[in-house]
């Protein structure tokens, strides 16, 4: 396909950022633009700015004010006491792979369960659909040796019916999860349901990922066996896990600004991964950038772990996270690399049709996009939905025919920042009860099912659910910048020290974006696979010229570039360290432009 057309260039705008947090950490003899840029995130609200910032673990929330947690944990004692069977059920992305290996490392490697007497599930997105699906639980109750005990991870909250079926049988079901919850409540027929996000839940953070609910419960199981003086435990604490944690926190975008937990298990499972005495660790060191940042988790890591759940069954993953030997590591890391390069093809073959559909729907006015692909796949167009919605700036659905039951579609959804994707799909489901099969998820991100001749109504319904929620000035693409930057600050040892300063980076906390204006272009040229480019801008007011790369900055390597030579511009850029051959240099980046 030949596109033929440019991205809408965004408008770039300064943050707002706390002027009385920025004038306390001036006084108290912070770098302007490191007091800048923390003034503009909206961390947790600590006394020591330096503690919300980098926050150790003993500022974690207590997990004892998670609803149903001692009770779980009551339950998964008895079950360890007892020789009883423990099945781990988990979500197929990062979050739900990491979640699985926390579990399943603390009942065998920390509580002496022995291995025979867990099982494991993980729903193939494709053949079985999300969390606790139908075919999951049939799969569950056909097992040759049923288990006593079910524990979800990062799904289930959701899941009635199926766990009522499991409860009939004698199976009793623990769910763990951090998902918005339906209109109904907790699933009813569940044993316990820990889930921060419920009504009743007294614990704080609401922010937290499905993989740090599964080690908080953890932590309870292991409290509760000490008291009863199991034989088998060790007495190591769990925080050996946290890496885990870390890459699931990363992985599955939860704020890493108002989440001091959030901060404070990023940081540590980071120092954990470098320590490198993980096999998979080890096998990643040549792969990854070292020193791992959270950007390496979230761009490197994540997407490897990711393409498994999205193109196969997730075991893979596990298996490369939980594998003792580097050998092993090695041949499950060269499957994963293999298939994320196939995730790759198959994402920018959807991500580039997904856009020519998006510019048409923009043109007729629409301030959300729903996108029916014939050709698409359904494990893999939640990324090409994310890429499309910073394109256009507006919530943004890809829809692609179930796998076996054509007459369906399934739907991944993200949201900008500012409408709640979730309760839009709900005003839908307010409008017409019957017309979205299952739908469930959270802020930014949901997944939903629809009949295929219901994609016209749904389209319509949920443009009306959006437009009742924003206003035309929510709507467009927008890149936030930190604001202008001296550029005689643009020094490899002042962004070195302003880097290890602000770690970890992810959702509401991202890595510094600075502008700089007005800029004239005076060098455009494609690099590259022909979508990148080299760029030269002059800077008339500081007698300085600019020297940047700027990826994906157009569609078709022989298409337009959203830029001119000649043009004059206000430039959004990041600076990144470019390491070579040992050597390391401060490089400039392009994020975006706008025409002056």
């Known amino acids: 396909m030949s596109t033929t057309f440019c991205l809408p260039t965004p408008t770039i705008k300064a943050r707002e950022y706390d002027k009385k947090l920025f004038q306390q950490l001036r006084q108290a003899g912070y770098d302007p633009i490191f007091a800048r840029v923390v003034a503009g995130r909206p961390l947790s609200q600590q006394a020591n700015i330096q503690e919300a910032i980098q926050p150790g673990l003993r500022l974690l929330d207590n997990p004892n004010q998670l609803i149903d947690g001692l009770k779980?944990?009551?339950?998964?004692?008895?079950?360890?006491?007892?020789?009883?069977?423990?099945?781990?059920?988990?979500?197929?992305?990062?979050?739900?792979?990491?979640?699985?290996?926390?579990?399943?490392?603390?009942?065998?490697?920390?509580?002496?369960?022995?291995?025979?007497?867990?099982?494991?599930?993980?729903?193939?997105?494709?053949?079985?659909?999300?969390?606790?699906?139908?075919?999951?639980?049939?799969?569950?109750?056909?097992?040759?040796?049923?288990?006593?005990?079910?524990?979800?991870?990062?799904?289930?909250?959701?899941?009635?019916?199926?766990?009522?079926?499991?409860?009939?049988?004698?199976?009793?079901?623990?769910?763990?999860?951090?998902?918005?919850?339906?209109?109904?409540?907790?699933?009813?027929?569940?044993?316990?349901?820990?889930?921060?996000?419920?009504?009743?839940?007294?614990?704080?953070?609401?922010?937290?990922?499905?993989?740090?609910?599964?080690?908080?419960?953890?932590?309870?199981?292991?409290?509760?066996?000490?008291?009863?003086?199991?034989?088998?435990?060790?007495?190591?604490?769990?925080?050996?896990?946290?890496?885990?944690?870390?890459?699931?926190?990363?992985?599955?975008?939860?704020?890493?600004?108002?989440?001091?937990?959030?901060?404070?298990?990023?940081?540590?499972?980071?120092?954990?991964?470098?320590?490198?005495?993980?096999?998979?660790?080890?096998?990643?060191?040549?792969?990854?950038?070292?020193?791992?940042?959270?950007?390496?988790?979230?761009?490197?890591?994540?997407?490897?772990?990711?393409?498994?759940?999205?193109?196969?069954?997730?075991?893979?993953?596990?298996?490369?996270?939980?594998?003792?030997?580097?050998?092993?590591?090695?041949?499950?890391?060269?499957?994963?690399?293999?298939?994320?390069?196939?995730?790759?093809?198959?994402?920018?073959?959807?991500?580039?049709?997904?856009?020519?559909?998006?510019?048409?729907?923009?043109?007729?006015?629409?301030?959300?996009?729903?996108?029916?692909?014939?050709?698409?796949?359904?494990?893999?167009?939640?990324?090409?939905?994310?890429?499309?919605?910073?394109?256009?700036?507006?919530?943004?659905?890809?829809?692609?025919?179930?796998?076996?039951?054509?007459?369906?579609?399934?739907?991944?959804?993200?949201?900008i920042d500012c409408l709640h994707i979730r309760n839009a799909l709900q005003k839908v489901v307010d409008r017409d009860p019957s017309l979205l099969i299952s739908f469930g998820g959270h802020k930014g991100a949901a997944g939903l099912t629809i009949k295929k001749e219901n994609f016209e109504r749904f389209s319509h319904l949920f443009e009306d659910a959006t437009q009742a929620m924003l206003t035309s000035r929510d709507i467009g693409p927008c890149l936030w910048t930190d604001g202008p930057l001296d550029l005689n600050y643009c020094e490899l040892a002042w962004y070195q020290r302003l880097l290890a300063s602000l770690e970890p980076f992810g959702r509401e906390f991202e890595p510094p974006v600075f502008e700089v204006s007005p800029c004239q272009c005076t060098l455009i040229q494609g690099i590259g696979d022909g979508t990148h480019a080299k760029v030269q801008f002059k800077v008339p007011a500081l007698a300085k010229t600019i020297y940047a790369v700027w990826f994906q900055c157009r569609l078709d390597p022989n298409g337009p570039f959203p830029l001119a030579v000649g043009d004059t511009v206000k430039v959004a850029f990041r600076l990144v360290i470019d390491k070579y051959q040992g050597n390391e240099q401060l490089k400039w980046q392009v994020a975006g432009i706008a025409h002056c």
């Open 72 to 415: 779980a944990a009551e339950r998964i004692a008895e079950a360890i006491l007892t020789g009883q069977i423990i099945a781990i059920e988990t979500d197929h992305d990062c979050d739900g792979q990491t979640s699985h290996a926390v579990i399943w490392c603390a009942l065998t490697q920390y509580f002496g369960h022995p291995l025979d007497r867990i099982q494991s599930y993980i729903g193939h997105r494709l053949e079985e659909g999300y969390g606790l699906s139908a075919p999951l639980a049939a799969r569950i109750l056909a097992a040759p040796m049923r288990p006593h005990l079910v524990i979800t991870a990062d799904n289930g909250s959701s899941d009635e019916p199926r766990i009522q079926q499991l409860k009939a049988a004698g199976i009793d079901v623990i769910v763990t999860d951090h998902h918005a919850l339906p209109l109904e409540g907790p699933p009813k027929s569940a044993f316990a349901v820990v889930n921060p996000t419920r009504a009743d839940c007294h614990y704080p953070d609401k922010a937290i990922a499905g993989c740090m609910v599964a080690w908080n419960l953890m932590v309870l199981v292991r409290q509760r066996l000490m008291v009863l003086q199991w034989s088998r435990l060790k007495p190591a604490h769990l925080d050996g896990l946290l890496d885990f944690v870390a890459v699931g926190t990363v992985a599955d975008c939860v704020s890493l600004a108002s989440s001091a937990n959030n901060r404070a298990v990023v940081r540590y499972g980071l120092a954990q991964i470098q320590t490198w005495k993980r096999a998979c660790w080890q096998a990643l060191r040549d792969v990854v950038t070292v020193p791992v940042t959270s950007e390496a988790l979230g761009f490197q890591v994540a997407p490897l772990l990711n393409s498994d759940g999205r193109l196969s069954d997730a075991f893979g993953a596990v298996s490369f996270l939980l594998t003792e030997t580097l050998d092993e590591a090695k041949t499950w890391l060269a499957q994963l690399v293999t298939q994320n390069q196939t995730r790759k093809g198959i994402q920018q073959a959807i991500t580039k049709e997904g856009l020519a559909r998006a510019h048409e729907q923009v043109g007729l006015g629409k301030w959300s996009l729903s996108i029916a692909l014939v050709e698409g796949h359904p494990g893999v167009h939640g990324i090409a939905a994310s890429r499309i919605k910073d394109a256009y700036g507006r919530p943004t659905i890809l829809f692609s025919p179930k796998w076996h039951a054509p007459e369906l579609l399934s739907g991944s959804a993200r949201s």
